[in-house]
């Protein structure tokens, strides 16, 4: 993934040599420049680089995937029914 540096506040004004010196968080979640004291959250700048609808989207995803005893109890439900509906085809 490509960001310009241009959105990000106080990068774009610095030389590339200075930019070398990176340090990601202990979470992964941030970088940071301490020459620079410039300290950035990924996610912020994901979702300004790409927009706020990408970043729903793509976190939605994740929540999807997440396995809970009370979606396991649901989907149990569901299939005791016979299922998900088929899909009719238009007429």
Do not use: C, H
Not at 28 to 37: E, H, P, T, V
Request: net charge positive; no cysteine; charged share 25%.
């Amino acid at each position: 993934m490509v960001i310009p540096r241009a959105i990000i506040p106080g990068l774009d004004r610095q030389p590339t040599s200075s930019l070398e010196a990176v340090s990601a968080s202990p979470a992964g979640d941030a970088l940071s420049w301490r020459q620079l004291d410039i300290d950035i959250y990924l996610p912020g700048l994901v979702e300004r680089a790409f927009g706020n609808r990408l970043f729903a989207a793509a976190t939605g995803r994740q929540g999807g995937r997440r396995r809970t005893k009370a979606k396991a109890a649901a989907s149990r439900s569901s299939g005791a029914k016979g299922g998900r509906p088929r899909k009719r085809a238009p007429a």
